[in-house]
């Protein structure tokens, strides 16, 4: 979730950065809450959607794989 490296100004509106977490996310909390940092999808879940969505369109004939 975090970034390596420490970030001193913010990656959204430049100012600077005063803690460590916030240093680490590149984003101060409002930007973070903004951006919506921290509120992306898992892998697993974003392939078992896609899973999912793939075997709906083979199941109501809308994908044709021959």
């Known amino acids: 979730m ?3 490296e420490l970030h001193e100004n913010c990656k959204r509106c430049g100012r600077a950065l005063k803690s460590l977490v916030s240093q680490r996310k590149g984003y101060g909390p409002d930007c973070a809450e903004k951006v919506g940092y921290g ?3 898992d892998l697993t ?8 969505h793939v075997g709906d369109q083979s199941q109501t004939g809308l994908r044709n794989d021959n």
């Open 2 to 4: 975090f970034d390596t």
């Open 39 to 41: 509120k992306e999808m």
């Open 45 to 52: 879940n974003l392939l078992e959607g896609e899973a999912a």
